[in-house]
């Protein structure tokens, strides 16, 4: 076996959900260690409504995603992420799961921008025109609509809930919870950009549903 068919054969098992966790991992060392330096530079990686509307700065849409605003944000997103996105993975399979991925990430954050524009000041959507948003927050909420859709009666175990709750109850639960949490206490949440991932995971999880519809069907049955 030679050195590119190896790397090939390599590439080919690993799992795309590690390797995006392993990515925000560098992602985030790299960035903290150069915004400690200049912190001009989280403009340019962070989803600002201000920068992306009025200085064209598209790119974040995608930067944004890989970057976290501390280790307890990158902590629990990515914890999430391991155990949903592995398991969404194994079930439509590598690349549908990373285009998906990235394609939930990007339209929750532009409705994060648009709804920022519209509705600057909203605690409960977590909006704000000259606020820099990153997280995996939004992407990571489209795998788990698209997993209510797919698998609905699986108990999951979800955040602040120590009993497992099926998990057409348990992701849209957990958004609200969240949006109340971080309305009372004040905690800076892009709850829309959460709801416009979990949109995405649902119109995705209906095209799915409907184009396969013996196996969406026997996936539903089998983990109940």
Known sequence: MNHATFNRSFLSRISITNLLILIDVIVFIIAYILISYNPDILNYIALSPKLFIENYYFWTLLTSI??????????????????????????????????????????????????????PNSSILGTGYNIAAVGASGAL????????????????????????????????????????????????????????????????????????QRKARAISMYFR
């Not at 501390?70 to 549908?96: P, Q, Y």
């Open 66 to 119: 890989f970057m976290h605003a501390g280790i307890a944000h990158l902590f629990v997103n990515m914890l999430s992420m391991f155990f949903i996105g592995n398991f969404i993975e194994k079930i439509i399979g590598r690349k549908r799961f990373l285009w998906f991925y990235l394609i939930s990430g990007i339209f929750a954050g532009l409705l994060f921008v648009v709804a920022s524009f519209l509705l």
């Open 141 to 212: 909420f489209g795998i788990a609509g698209l997993m209510m859709l797919l698998t609905p009666n699986l108990p999951v175990y979800a955040m602040f809930i120590p009993i497992p709750i099926k998990s057409k109850y348990a992701i849209p639960g957990l958004l609200i919870v969240i949006a109340l949490i971080s309305t009372a206490s004040g905690w800076p949440i892009g709850n829309i950009a959460h709801l416009g991932g979990l949109i995405a995971g649902i119109i995705y999880g209906m095209y799915l549903k409907n184009k396969y």
